[in-house]
């Protein structure tokens, strides 16, 4: 099915009015949501609606939060986000950054008391009509095992940076610190394919190549997979966003992040309130001019894309450079979505007395 | 051999004096250096002495700079280093952050015009008596191709962060943003073993186990090591260390770094000044209590200690742990040298009529 995305965006805010959200949430909760599937991140665009309103239900996301903050200075900011959709707290935490960066230099805010952020794109992107550098990271439930552990210690927890340039689209970085993200390995579980060597180990701490691997009690492996290619380094950004996400907002951390799924409770004893996030903002005019910052940008960019190939049909890839374009394609054609996430928010119609497709 | 850090240092300290550092440079680089031997990162120790030596015979090295601030904010600082050695440049510009920080809660500083800076750790580190969060990254000489590419484009690129701990030492990530870093490599190039799948590609981009492959025109693969594995994450992670240490400075980037081998010239055409770094210095207390966070901390390593291992001989490694152990045996025990550095520095002292050994 493919549907254009003022509908599917429409429906979205529909159904975050329905839980109860205030109508400027729902609208922004919808276009973070859109903003994934445009650039081709189906995995966290509107197939995690279902998922956010299951978080409701169980009271874990409250839909009309009381968004406070809780302690800053003059480049930083730290907000209670009141059980909020991360949809929501976390646009708000960037727009203070950059009101801050805007007079200082850099802002960033910590937000904790949260729940899923969606895409870190999305927060990180609000800095480059300010000519400034974006940052966003969050921790997640955790699904990454530390090097030489078995045990799920870490969230797939993505750091994204994102800097402009002049012709070109901006240069985005925005990547899980795990070998594999997790949305990569819910499309292998979907096609019955094995993964490749190094996503996933076993509950004993093997190699597999099964795709379910992870659900029979595994673990996905930080970036780099084995300890000969350093996985301790993808462990280290893992625990880089978590420190900065968790424990610097006073949200848990380690092992204590709630779970997105609304059927596992999280654990006892909580060392802090719901996940956290870390977003900022970093103005480029208060390093040196914005316009020969950019003018290197493209530079920068120009010198990849020309950059001697290993396979002369396989360019290499600016990052961020596919996810614009295929926003351009998708806001034209349409966005497709899989039959799973069709029905499931047909599902999700019915129950608030709505309308889909 | 194996030699007392004092010694050591002095000596090193010496060498600097004798290239035109005035002393207080020479005490700082020589201090940096041996902070490398200490931590057990030989090859970003004295190792590395005689190369500084050469780049100053061949000018790019200014031994005796006029490093000056060129714009700035409340919170923000660039820094013109003048061709000095980065082990000066990085630890001032360093400074600089930590007293912004002070004030304002985040301080940055991007240093131009400079060159090699060692340990990346040794920069973030000095922000942890001040109960701030450290940051510091550094572009290189262009070693790693970027995904689907055959063309050494980036440096090993290294990204650090420091957090303060109570009782515990600080965690301490400092990692090339390549699969191996070139030390690793070289230990091997040494011993003649091969190397592991996921370190080197030949210079038509294949596989290859020759530790010499990059000596052969090969190049060094990103984190992530292969396109299943994630390498264009490793390769996003250098590009991100590459534009803010060069693009925002003003230095070079890209292809365009220059060097540290100093038999090689730098390219023509450079779109900046020598080599950049970036550092920076968080307040911990302006997001939360110092106090608070650093428990917490606490509580985030205990996690990662006690979690389940694979190996029952393994324990999992909290970042930064063993380099804070190797030092204690160091400062103790003194530094082990290979055969192969005693021989350079020999010969460096030779070229300044200085003793060594």
């Keep these: 099915m493919i549907i254009d995305h003022v509908s599917l965006e429409t429906f979205t805010q529909q159904v975050f009015e329905k839980m109860g959200c205030p109508t400027p949430h729902a609208i922004l909760a919808a276009n973070v949501l859109l903003k994934a599937d445009l650039r081709g991140i189906d995995s966290h665009g509107v197939a995690r609606l279902s998922g956010y309103v299951r978080l409701w239900e169980k009271k874990r996301i409250n839909s009309n939060p009381n968004i406070k903050i809780v302690h800053e200075s003059f480049t930083t900011t730290t907000l209670d986000a009141d059980r909020a959709l991360g949809l929501v707290s976390a646009p708000q935490g960037m727009d203070i ?55 799920r210690m870490l969230g797939t927890n993505p750091m994204c940076y994102v800097f402009p340039a002049l012709e070109y689209p901006p240069v985005v970085v925005d990547m899980a610190t795990s070998a594999a993200a997790n949305g990569k390995l819910e499309i292998a579980q979907r096609t019955g394919k094995p993964i490749p060597a190094g996503w996933v180990q076993t509950k004993e701490g093997a190699e597999t190549l099964d795709a379910n691997g992870l659900k029979s009690g595994g673990s996905l492996l930080p970036l780099g997979s084995s300890v000969a290619n350093g996985s301790h380094k993808g462990y280290g950004l893992a625990g880089v966003v978590d420190i900065f996400s968790g424990v610097l907002s006073g949200a848990n951390f380690s092992e204590w992040v709630p779970p997105f799924v609304a059927f596992l409770e ?4 909580l060392p802090g309130e719901g996940i956290g996030h870390f977003v900022g903002a970093i ?40 996810e614009f374009e295929e926003e351009i394609i998708r806001r034209k054609e349409g966005i497709p979505l899989h039959e799973s996430v069709v029905l499931d928010l047909k599902q999700v119609a019915e129950k608030f007395g709505l309308h889909f497709n």
């Design 283 to 322: 103005k480029i005019d208060a390093f040196r001019p914005a316009s020969e910052f950019k003018a290197n940008m493209d530079q920068w960019i120009q010198s990849f894309k020309v950059a001697d190939r290993i396979n002369p049909d396989q360019p290499v890839i600016i990052p961020g450079a596919p």
């Design 97 to 151: 950054a950059i009101e801050k960066a805007k007079i200082y230099g850099c802002g960033f805010t910590a937000i904790k008391n949260s729940n899923h952020f969606g895409i870190a794109a999305y927060h990180a992107m609000k800095a480059l009509p300010h000519d400034m550098i974006g940052i966003a990271m969050t921790n997640a439930s955790p699904l990454v095992a530390p090097t030489h552990s078995t045990k």
């Design 266 to 269: 999280p654990l006892a004893n």
